[in-house]
T-cell receptor, first 113, second 114 residues
Framework: DSGVTQTPKHLITATGQRVTLRCSPRSGDLSVYWYQQSLDQGLQFLIQYYNGEERAKGNILERFSAQQFPDLHSELNLSSLELGDSALYFC????????????FGPGTRLTVL | AQSVTQLDSHVSVSEGTPVLLRCNYSSSYSPSLFWYVQHPNKGLQLLLKYTSAATLVKGINGFEAEFKKSETSFHLTKPSAHMSDAAEYFCVVSGGTGGFKTIFGAGTRLFVKA
Protein backbone atom coordinates (compact mmCIF):
# COMPACT_ATOMS: atom_id res chain seq x y z
CA ASP A 1 0.00 0.00 0.00
CA SER A 2 1.56 3.26 -1.22
CA GLY A 3 -0.56 5.55 0.96
CA VAL A 4 -2.12 7.21 -2.09
CA THR A 5 -5.85 6.68 -2.40
CA GLN A 6 -8.01 7.08 -5.47
CA THR A 7 -11.78 7.00 -5.81
CA PRO A 8 -13.73 5.55 -7.39
CA LYS A 9 -11.99 2.30 -8.31
CA HIS A 10 -14.18 1.78 -11.36
CA LEU A 11 -16.35 4.17 -13.32
CA ILE A 12 -18.64 3.37 -16.22
CA THR A 13 -20.29 6.21 -18.08
CA ALA A 14 -21.56 7.24 -21.50
CA THR A 15 -20.10 9.39 -24.24
CA GLY A 16 -20.63 13.09 -23.75
CA GLN A 17 -20.76 12.83 -19.97
CA ARG A 18 -18.51 14.42 -17.36
CA VAL A 19 -16.78 12.63 -14.49
CA THR A 20 -14.54 13.57 -11.58
CA LEU A 21 -11.74 11.39 -10.30
CA ARG A 22 -10.39 11.99 -6.84
CA CYS A 23 -6.94 11.49 -5.36
CA SER A 24 -5.63 11.82 -1.83
CA PRO A 25 -1.83 11.96 -1.66
CA ARG A 26 0.35 10.39 0.98
CA SER A 27 0.42 12.30 4.23
CA GLY A 28 2.95 15.12 3.91
CA ASP A 29 3.29 14.94 0.12
CA LEU A 30 2.81 18.30 -1.59
CA SER A 31 3.10 17.17 -5.22
CA VAL A 32 0.36 15.36 -7.09
CA TYR A 33 0.62 13.92 -10.59
CA TRP A 34 -2.03 12.53 -12.91
CA TYR A 35 -1.41 9.87 -15.57
CA GLN A 36 -3.49 8.09 -18.17
CA GLN A 37 -2.68 4.49 -19.12
CA SER A 38 -4.26 3.00 -22.21
CA LEU A 39 -3.34 0.10 -24.45
CA ASP A 40 -2.58 2.24 -27.48
CA GLN A 41 -0.95 5.26 -25.80
CA GLY A 42 0.86 3.60 -22.91
CA LEU A 43 1.41 5.61 -19.74
CA GLN A 44 1.03 9.32 -20.41
CA PHE A 45 1.81 12.12 -17.99
CA LEU A 46 -1.11 14.54 -17.82
CA ILE A 47 -0.41 17.21 -15.22
CA GLN A 48 1.38 17.98 -11.96
CA TYR A 49 0.37 20.17 -9.06
CA TYR A 50 2.54 21.32 -6.21
CA ASN A 51 0.98 22.80 -3.08
CA GLY A 52 -2.09 23.91 -4.97
CA GLU A 53 -0.39 25.31 -8.06
CA GLU A 54 -0.03 23.78 -11.50
CA ARG A 55 3.67 23.10 -12.14
CA ALA A 56 3.95 20.93 -15.23
CA LYS A 57 1.66 19.96 -18.05
CA GLY A 58 1.90 16.93 -20.30
CA ASN A 59 -0.45 15.52 -22.89
CA ILE A 60 -3.62 16.71 -21.24
CA LEU A 61 -6.60 17.40 -23.49
CA GLU A 62 -8.51 20.67 -23.24
CA ARG A 63 -11.59 18.66 -22.21
CA PHE A 64 -9.68 17.59 -19.12
CA SER A 65 -8.86 19.78 -16.14
CA ALA A 66 -7.47 19.27 -12.69
CA GLN A 67 -7.01 21.11 -9.44
CA GLN A 68 -5.38 20.62 -6.08
CA PHE A 69 -7.23 21.83 -3.03
CA PRO A 70 -5.88 23.42 0.19
CA ASP A 71 -6.02 20.04 1.95
CA LEU A 72 -3.79 18.77 -0.93
CA HIS A 73 -6.24 16.31 -2.39
CA SER A 74 -6.67 16.58 -6.12
CA GLU A 75 -9.44 16.07 -8.63
CA LEU A 76 -9.24 15.30 -12.33
CA ASN A 77 -12.29 16.39 -14.30
CA LEU A 78 -12.98 14.75 -17.64
CA SER A 79 -15.74 16.24 -19.78
CA SER A 80 -17.41 15.55 -23.14
CA LEU A 81 -16.17 12.01 -22.77
CA GLU A 82 -15.30 9.97 -25.84
CA LEU A 83 -14.83 6.24 -26.28
CA GLY A 84 -11.09 6.81 -26.54
CA ASP A 85 -10.98 8.24 -23.03
CA SER A 86 -11.50 4.76 -21.63
CA ALA A 87 -8.33 4.07 -19.69
CA LEU A 88 -6.76 3.57 -16.31
CA TYR A 89 -6.09 6.89 -14.59
CA PHE A 90 -3.36 6.96 -12.00
CA CYS A 91 -2.58 9.55 -9.41
CA UNK A 92 0.86 9.74 -7.83
CA UNK A 93 2.33 11.90 -5.09
CA UNK A 94 5.78 12.94 -3.97
CA UNK A 95 7.20 15.00 -1.17
CA UNK A 96 8.95 17.61 -3.22
CA UNK A 97 8.58 19.50 -6.45
CA UNK A 98 11.58 17.99 -8.14
CA UNK A 99 12.93 14.69 -9.34
CA UNK A 100 12.07 12.32 -6.59
CA UNK A 101 10.20 9.11 -6.14
CA UNK A 102 6.52 9.14 -6.97
CA UNK A 103 4.12 6.92 -5.04
CA PHE A 104 1.29 5.66 -7.17
CA GLY A 105 -2.30 5.04 -6.23
CA PRO A 106 -4.18 1.93 -7.37
CA GLY A 107 -5.84 3.78 -10.24
CA THR A 108 -9.38 4.47 -11.45
CA ARG A 109 -10.56 2.42 -14.39
CA LEU A 110 -12.80 4.52 -16.59
CA THR A 111 -15.00 2.87 -19.18
CA VAL A 112 -16.86 5.08 -21.63
CA LEU A 113 -19.68 3.31 -23.49
CA ALA B 1 13.31 17.90 -24.90
CA GLN B 2 13.33 14.59 -23.13
CA SER B 3 12.52 11.15 -24.40
CA VAL B 4 12.97 7.58 -23.30
CA THR B 5 13.08 4.44 -25.40
CA GLN B 6 12.71 0.94 -24.10
CA LEU B 7 14.34 -1.23 -26.70
CA ASP B 8 12.32 -4.39 -26.13
CA SER B 9 8.55 -4.62 -25.79
CA HIS B 10 8.81 -8.22 -24.50
CA VAL B 11 11.61 -10.15 -22.82
CA SER B 12 11.38 -13.82 -21.93
CA VAL B 13 13.85 -15.56 -19.58
CA SER B 14 14.00 -18.80 -17.68
CA GLU B 15 13.84 -18.79 -13.91
CA GLY B 16 17.33 -18.50 -12.44
CA THR B 17 18.85 -16.82 -15.51
CA PRO B 18 19.91 -13.16 -15.77
CA VAL B 19 17.51 -10.39 -16.72
CA LEU B 20 18.42 -7.42 -18.95
CA LEU B 21 15.85 -4.75 -19.76
CA ARG B 22 17.23 -2.01 -21.97
CA CYS B 23 16.50 1.70 -21.79
CA ASN B 24 17.96 4.64 -23.70
CA TYR B 25 17.15 8.22 -22.90
CA SER B 26 17.54 11.61 -24.47
CA SER B 27 17.84 14.77 -22.42
CA SER B 28 19.41 18.18 -22.88
CA TYR B 29 20.38 18.35 -19.22
CA SER B 30 21.23 15.95 -16.42
CA PRO B 31 18.08 13.93 -15.94
CA SER B 32 16.76 11.87 -13.12
CA LEU B 33 16.05 8.32 -14.20
CA PHE B 34 13.82 5.71 -12.63
CA TRP B 35 12.63 2.16 -13.15
CA TYR B 36 9.11 1.26 -12.05
CA VAL B 37 7.42 -2.12 -12.04
CA GLN B 38 3.72 -2.82 -12.57
CA HIS B 39 2.32 -6.21 -11.69
CA PRO B 40 -0.97 -7.23 -13.32
CA ASN B 41 -3.92 -5.20 -12.06
CA LYS B 42 -1.69 -3.31 -9.65
CA GLY B 43 -0.31 0.20 -9.41
CA LEU B 44 3.29 1.12 -10.12
CA GLN B 45 6.12 0.60 -7.65
CA LEU B 46 9.55 2.20 -7.72
CA LEU B 47 12.41 -0.26 -8.26
CA LEU B 48 15.27 2.21 -8.23
CA LYS B 49 16.30 5.74 -9.12
CA TYR B 50 19.33 7.62 -10.38
CA THR B 51 19.70 11.26 -9.39
CA SER B 52 23.34 12.10 -10.27
CA ALA B 53 24.98 10.28 -7.38
CA ALA B 54 26.55 6.83 -7.93
CA THR B 55 26.21 5.58 -11.50
CA LEU B 56 25.46 2.02 -10.37
CA VAL B 57 22.15 2.07 -8.58
CA LYS B 58 20.83 -0.79 -6.48
CA GLY B 59 17.12 -1.25 -6.06
CA ILE B 60 14.65 -3.57 -4.45
CA ASN B 61 14.29 -7.29 -5.13
CA GLY B 62 17.86 -7.68 -6.39
CA PHE B 63 17.52 -5.29 -9.34
CA GLU B 64 20.18 -2.78 -10.28
CA ALA B 65 20.81 -0.34 -13.10
CA GLU B 66 23.86 1.46 -14.43
CA PHE B 67 23.74 5.02 -15.71
CA LYS B 68 26.04 5.41 -18.72
CA LYS B 69 26.12 8.98 -19.91
CA SER B 70 28.32 8.24 -22.94
CA GLU B 71 25.78 5.70 -24.17
CA THR B 72 22.71 7.55 -22.84
CA SER B 73 21.56 4.28 -21.35
CA PHE B 74 20.06 3.12 -18.08
CA HIS B 75 19.64 -0.64 -18.44
CA LEU B 76 18.00 -2.69 -15.70
CA THR B 77 19.56 -6.00 -14.66
CA LYS B 78 19.07 -8.81 -12.20
CA PRO B 79 21.45 -11.76 -11.83
CA SER B 80 18.78 -14.42 -11.37
CA ALA B 81 15.13 -14.16 -12.39
CA HIS B 82 12.34 -15.32 -10.14
CA MET B 83 8.81 -16.22 -11.19
CA SER B 84 7.53 -13.28 -9.17
CA ASP B 85 9.51 -10.88 -11.39
CA ALA B 86 7.03 -11.40 -14.23
CA ALA B 87 5.53 -7.95 -14.73
CA GLU B 88 5.72 -4.81 -16.86
CA TYR B 89 8.72 -2.57 -16.33
CA PHE B 90 8.87 1.13 -17.15
CA CYS B 91 11.92 3.31 -17.60
CA VAL B 92 11.21 6.93 -16.68
CA VAL B 93 13.02 10.21 -17.22
CA SER B 94 12.13 13.28 -15.24
CA GLY B 95 13.28 16.77 -14.56
CA GLY B 96 14.54 19.93 -16.12
CA THR B 97 13.72 23.59 -16.23
CA GLY B 98 10.24 24.93 -16.75
CA GLY B 99 8.53 22.16 -14.88
CA PHE B 100 9.14 18.57 -14.01
CA LYS B 101 7.52 16.60 -16.77
CA THR B 102 7.73 12.89 -16.31
CA ILE B 103 8.19 10.78 -19.41
CA PHE B 104 7.49 7.05 -19.28
CA GLY B 105 8.91 4.57 -21.73
CA ALA B 106 6.51 2.27 -23.56
CA GLY B 107 7.21 -0.53 -21.12
CA THR B 108 8.84 -3.96 -21.33
CA ARG B 109 6.81 -7.02 -20.44
CA LEU B 110 9.01 -9.58 -18.67
CA PHE B 111 8.00 -13.24 -18.91
CA VAL B 112 9.68 -15.78 -16.63
CA LYS B 113 9.53 -19.44 -17.61
CA ALA B 114 9.77 -22.22 -15.04
Amino acid sequence: DSGVTQTPKHLITATGQRVTLRCSPRSGDLSVYWYQQSLDQGLQFLIQYYNGEERAKGNILERFSAQQFPDLHSELNLSSLELGDSALYFCASSTLLGNNEQFFGPGTRLTVL
Amino acid sequence: AQSVTQLDSHVSVSEGTPVLLRCNYSSSYSPSLFWYVQHPNKGLQLLLKYTSAATLVKGINGFEAEFKKSETSFHLTKPSAHMSDAAEYFCVVSGGTGGFKTIFGAGTRLFVKA
